[in-house]
C-alpha cells in the first residue's frame, strides 16, 4: 500500500482547481468537497444531490465507523454546489458515473485526483491525500489537534499529528529552533 500524503503548500492547491476545472465540474467539485470537509472518498461517494442541495450543513453515516458525522458546508462551497446540482435529481449521486447510475469507482476518483496532481508535479498523492488536506491544513489554521482528532475520529493526537504529516515537521522546526 503506498503513503500518501497532504498536499500543504497553497499553491498547488490552487493549481489543482485550475486543472481540474478544465476536466469537469463534477472532479472540480469532488476536490473540493474532500479538501473541505475531511470526509473518507468511499462517504464521499455516496453523496447524492439531496444530502447537499440548499442545504449548510450534511448529515451521514460514515461508512468505515458506522458513526453520524455532521458537517457544515463552507459558503464558496455551497454556492459552487447550488449552480452544479440546479437541475439534477434529487436522487442522483453527486459524483454520478458518465456510463451508469451510480457514483463514479474509488478507482476513478482516484485517477482524476493523482492525474490532475501529477500534471503539476505532485506525487505521493491520491484520494486520501483529500482527507489529509483538509487534516494538514485545519491543523496549521487551528493548531486545535484535539478538534482535528474528533473530526477524523482518530483514537490519539499521536495518530493525528502522523496522519496529517506534521510530527516530523514539527520536530524539524522545533530543533531549528533549539540551540544551548
Known sequence: MNVVDPIRNKEYINAIKRVL????????????????TGLRISDLLMLRVRDVKDKDCV????QKTHKIKKFPIPKDIQVFIDEYVERKPMARFLFKSKKANKPISRVQAYRIIKDACQIIGIEHTGTHSLRKTFGYHFYKKTKDIAMLQQILNHSSQDITLRYIGVTQEVIDDNLKMFAL
Open 59 to 62: 448529515q451521514i453515516i460514515e
Open 21 to 36: 476545472r478544465e476536466s469537469g465540474t463534477r472532479n472540480l467539485l469532488l476536490f473540493l468537497m474532500g479538501i473541505n
